[in-house]
């Protein structure tokens, strides 16, 4: 059964430009997490999407967003984009109806903002 | 979040010996669960634990539940070059919140 797909896998943003990346869960996963990595902070979490509502929320700005469709398919959304902002960002899904520990995660999503 | 204390930040072994990698925090989680990173990919779930003093293997892996709650250690046998790459220990205060990650363990196995 196909894994967690993102997209784009690379992309590169100038400051003050926004970005929007995709997440495509597990077939049958309805919780969707968000998680910034970078080497210095590590794994932070973002947010989490359950049957389209945000269940949980992170520490970062309100430049970053989200959202899930009824399809349980995800998006992200960072505005106005700061040169910190270059990470990876990884997506993961869950299958349990909230969110657990074992998480499925896709390659993610490797953003420079220049 | 909390802070997850995950030592060593790196280590070498040679093939076939055994290591060691620990994560502690100030805070009492339920759940303790260890991911290994590859280059290039996402986390996978390596060994989840979620009883206080639980010890559960995965082939060459082993994992412990710290009594306390607050650490957990991950051991791995006879280490092979494919287990190169990130090791990351994670804690989750009960199922409904979010995953707090440590900042990774990177092990090199050299020949």
């Known amino acids: 059964k196909a894994g967690v797909t993102q997209t784009p896998r690379y992309l590169i943003k100038t400051r003050g430009q926004q970005v929007t990346l995709s997440c495509s869960p597990i077939?049958?996963?309805?919780?969707v997490s968000w998680y910034q990595q970078t080497p210095g902070q590590g794994l932070q979490f973002l947010f989490e999407?359950?049957?389209?509502?945000?269940?949980n929320k992170g520490n970062f700005p309100g430049r970053f967003s989200g959202r899930q469709f009824s399809n349980s398919r995800s998006e992200m959304n960072v505005s106005t984009l700061e040169l910190g902002d270059s990470a990876l960002y990884l997506c993961?899904?869950?299958?349990?109806?909230?969110?657990?520990?074992?998480?499925?995660f896709g390659e993610g999503s490797r953003l420079t903002v220049l | 979040g909390q802070q997850l204390n995950q030592s060593p930040q790196s280590m070498f072994t040679q093939e076939g010996e055994d290591v060691s990698m620990n994560c502690t925090s100030s805070?009492?989680?339920?759940?303790w669960l260890w991911y290994k990173q590859d280059p290039g990919e996402g986390p996978v779930l390596l060994i989840a634990?979620?009883?206080?003093?639980e010890l559960t293997s995965n082939g060459r892996l082993t994992a412990q539940f710290g009594i306390t709650r607050k650490d957990s250690f991950l051991n791995i046998s006879a280490s092979i070059p494919s287990d190169v790459g990130i090791y990351f220990c994670?804690?989750?205060?009960?199922?409904?919140?979010?995953?707090?990650f440590g900042k990774g363990t990177s092990l090199l196995v050299t020949p």
């Open positions: 634990l979620y009883k206080a003093g």
């Open positions: 077939s049958g996963h309805r919780s």
């Open positions: 993961a899904s869950s299958l349990a109806a909230g969110p657990t520990g074992e998480l499925f």
């Open positions: 805070s009492i989680f339920n759940t």
């Open positions: 994670a804690g989750q205060l009960d199922s409904g919140y979010a995953l707090n």
């Open positions: 999407y359950f049957s389209e509502t945000q269940r």
